[in-house]
Nanobody, 126 residues
Framework: QVQLVESGGGSVQAGGSLILSCAAS????????MGWFRQAPGKEREFVSA????????NYADSVNGRFTISRDNAKNTLYLQMNSLKPEDTAKYFC???????????????????WGQGTQVTVSS
């Protein structure tokens, strides 16, 4: 059973940057594809980005492509999301998610993930 704990959220002004982290335990991290999702108040949870178990392949939502960078350090069992040029519409609770590594094909749907963290809040003010 994999446990995921997010950190790094906070409040920032538009145009600023944040780095989110997701610490994994209870499993062999390098065997899992990982993703980031977010949920704004009153909205459905949406895909942000995903990364393959090896770290060699990534996938991004159009809304964050070019501004956010997903990465992982398998030696530290940690997933990251570097967020630059933040906009007020990026305000949401951000969740990391994991699934057992099979053939990579982007994994942008919530149903494709088995393990979820509790989330960390990101607030971007204009």
């Amino acid at each position: 059973q994999v446990q995921l704990v997010e950190s790094g959220g906070g409040s920032v002004q538009a145009g600023g940057s944040l780095i989110l982290s997701c610490a994994a335990s209870g499993g062999t991290f390098s065997n899992y594809h990982m993703g980031w999702f977010r949920q704004a108040p009153g909205k459905e949870r949406e895909f942000v980005s995903a990364i393959s178990a090896s770290g060699r392949s990534t996938n991004y939502a159009d809304s964050v492509n070019g501004r956010f960078t997903i990465s992982r350090d398998n030696a530290k069992n940690t997933l990251y999301l570097q967020m630059n040029s933040l906009k007020p519409e990026d305000t949401a609770k951000y969740f990391c998610a994991g699934r057992w590594g099979t053939n990579w094909y982007g994994f942008s749907r919530q149903s494709e993930y088995n393990y979820w963290g509790q989330g960390t809040q990101v607030t971007v003010s204009s």
